[in-house]
T-cell receptor, first 113, second 110 residues
Framework: DAGVIQSPRHEVTEMGQEVTLRCKPI?????LFWYRQTMMRGLELLIY????????DSGMPEDRFSAKMPNASFSTLKIQPSEPRDSAVYFC???????????FGPGTRLTVT | QKEVEQNSGPLSVPEGAIASLNCTYS??????FFWYRQYSGKSPELIMS????GDKEDGRFTAQLNKASQYVSLLIRDSQPSDSATYLC??????????FGKGTTLSVSS
């Protein structure tokens, strides 16, 4: 099993640029989660999907953030425009169902200068 | 506001000792409980899950759950330097996403 796949692994961009993070969940998993992790705030849930439908996006910090899941095997998290305070590690995770154990991808380390 | 609380640490133990990590949660309706291990610069890795009161053992790891007192703990026996990491407690109710604590940093000295 390939596990959760994320790309890119590292992203360095300038303030104001658009950033797109990508995730491929484990095959057969119906729930997908996007998290952001910083030293100050720990692991924060941004949004999660069940069967490709967004269920809870209350963690999305503001309108600059958007997420899509066009099919069961692909999701994107987009930041437009990016700001230095968006610098963090972004994790994607998937699970069979929302209440079950989650499996994390390797993460994308985003640096906005 | 559903909360999961952990002591941030660091918790320092000598090699071979028992490390005890604790977690409390606020929502009495919580049904599933998980422990994740996160090495520096890596992603969280699931190491234990527990769903009913009592103890669950897996190798050197034991998860303990007490729903009446709303706490879950993780014991690591014969601690090794390779156990040095941050341990995240996660809790949820049926149908909702996991809520993670901020983690406890464990340091095992040789």
């Amino acid at each position: 099993d390939a596990g959760v796949i994320q790309s890119p692994r590292h992203e360095v961009t300038e303030m104001g640029q658009e950033v797109t993070l990508r995730c491929k969940p484990i095959s057969g998993h119906n729930s997908l989660f996007w998290y952001r992790q910083t030293m100050m705030r720990g692991l924060e849930l941004l949004i999660y999907f069940n069967n490709n439908v967004p269920i809870d996006d209350s963690g999305m910090p503001e309108d600059r953030f958007s997420a899509k899941m066009p099919n069961a095997s692909f999701s994107t998290l987009k930041i437009q425009p990016s700001e230095p305070r968006d610098s963090a590690v972004y994790f994607c995770a998937s699970s069979f169902q929302a209440a079950y154990e989650q499996y994390f991808g390797p993460g994308t380390r985003l640096t906005v200068t | 506001q559903k909360e999961v609380e952990q002591n941030s640490g660091p918790l320092s133990v000598p090699e071979g000792a028992i490390a005890s990590l604790n977690c409390t949660y606020s929502d009495r309706g919580s049904q599933s409980f998980f422990w994740y291990r996160q090495y520096s610069g890596k992603s969280p890795e699931l190491i234990m899950s527990i769903y009913s009161n009592g103890d669950k053992e897996d190798g050197r790891f034991t998860a303990q759950l007490n729903k009446a007192s709303q706490y879950v703990s993780l014991l690591i026996r014969d601690s090794q330097p390779s156990d040095s990491a941050t341990y995240l407690c996660a809790v949820n109710q049926a149908g909702t996403a996991l809520i993670f604590g901020k983690g406890t940093t464990l340091s095992v000295s040789s």
